[in-house]
């Protein structure tokens, strides 16, 4: 077992930077409709081009974790992120933006498989798990700060360029301090087909039905805010720290989720970290000022319990021989299913208004909770001994 402590560093950066990276897009998404003079459609269009690569990756991903080692996969992703960067900030047209937001989506999708499968290994999985949540948090904050603030003085891919960097060093720390997989081991385990169980598949169809709600919430709250709330700044900014005050009150989520989970079965706790977005997300989009503020916080700090609760929930259910392609398929179609979200978001608040989008997205979340129900039910067996 690789130590604790440059597991869960290596893997907070490649957290936070996952997500800030992807985020940036979302934040300036304003800027590019006056720089490429195109809709909200076609800029929704692109934002699921960005995470449908990354949801597509984290299949594949997900083998070559359990095939060559999570410490390879993930410098590969560190490497290809920097690749990604100088593709966007060399683009001058709304193709190369596709383009590059392509290629980064494809490397960023390499992340969890590997990641999530070096926490599992590690002692106090829930715990770990729950630190592994805040850096994403902290990354989910910096996107939209780090995109809208840049935007608001300078040219947007500067921001891109800043994280490319970071990810650079990232991937020269894990190559070099890194442990290497205990491959050989691995190739004993048993077939994908009967890997899966049921209970594994009513936890891709959560994780599908919560990364569409989940995308579609935080890839429009930059734009939604920044039209909505009038404050004496640049309305990207203004959309972007408030976006980032949302994602930083997700902290208390990861921390709140991982320790309830060391405490209290992960199955029966899934039905709560998914259906209380609902009220909040339906409060969002029909009050204003104050109220809606306040919701879009609490729903914040809500959202981010359930990452936490169903990554432990995966350990406790999965044989640590077949756990990076179960993160992989969970992963895969948390970011594929959800990358859909950004187009049809976009005709939503193209044709209506936006704020009609975040009560929208509370119907997927409906048979989320009564699956999440089911899973409660199940009797499960914990697949290995791990220090809560």
């Not at 966007?88 to 498989?113: K, N, V």
């Not at 442990?179 to 959560?206: E, G, T, V």
């Not at 879009?296 to 999965?318: E, M, R, V």
């Amino acid at each position: 077992m690789k130590p604790s402590s440059s597991v869960v560093l290596i893997t907070s950066i490649g957290h936070a930077l996952v997500h800030s990276i992807t985020l940036i897009f979302p934040a300036i998404m304003i800027v590019l409709m006056g720089e490429f003079d195109v809709t909200l459609i076609s800029l929704g269009k692109l934002g699921t081009v960005q995470f449908l690569c990354f949801g597509l990756t984290a299949f594949p991903a997900g083998y070559l974790v359990d095939r060559i080692g999570s410490r390879n996969v993930l410098s590969i992703y560190f490497f290809g992120i920097s690749l990604s960067v100088i593709v966007l900030t060399l683009g001058q047209t709304f193709f190369a933006l596709t383009i590059g937001l392509g290629l980064l989506g494809f490397f960023a999708g390499l992340y969890h498989p590997a990641g999530l499968n070096l926490i599992s290994n590690t002692t106090h999985v829930s715990r770990n798990m729950g630190y592994h949540g805040i850096s994403g948090s902290l990354g989910l904050a910096l996107g939209p700060v780090l995109g809208g603030g840049i935007a608001g003085f300078a040219d947007w891919r500067l921001a891109f360029l800043i994280l490319g960097c970071i990810s650079f060093l990232g991937g020269i720390y894990s190559f070099f301090k890194l442990d290497h997989d205990d491959i050989p081991a691995r190739h004993h385990s048993m077939s994908i087909r009967n890997a899966i169980k049921p209970m594994h598949l009513a936890i891709f169809i959560i994780a599908a039905l919560w990364g569409f709600a989940h995308h579609g919430i935080f890839n429009f709250m930059p734009i939604y805010f920044s039209q909505s709330v009038k404050w004496d700044m640049d309305p990207v900014t203004i959309g972007g720290i408030i976006t980032a005050m949302v994602l930083l009150l997700g902290i208390f989520g990861q921390v709140f989720g991982g320790k309830l989970g060391e405490h209290f079965q992960r199955k029966n706790l899934l039905v709560w970290v998914v259906g209380l977005n609902i009220p909040f997300m339906l409060i969002m989009g029909f009050s204003q000022g104050a109220i809606m503020l306040g919701a879009a916080g609490l729903l914040g700090a809500i959202n981010f319990t359930y990452q936490p609760i169903s990554n432990s929930l995966i350990a406790d259910i999965t044989p640590k021989a077949n756990r990076g392609i179960i993160y992989g398929i969970s992963s895969g179609l948390g970011f594929g299913v959800g990358s859909f979200a950004a187009t049809a978001g976009g005709y939503i608040g193209e044709y209506f208004e936006i704020r009609y989008i975040f009560p929208s997205l509370t119907i997927v979340l409906i048979p989320a909770v009564l699956i999440s129900v089911w899973i409660s039910m199940q009797v499960t067996e914990s697949k290995t001994k791990t220090s809560q």
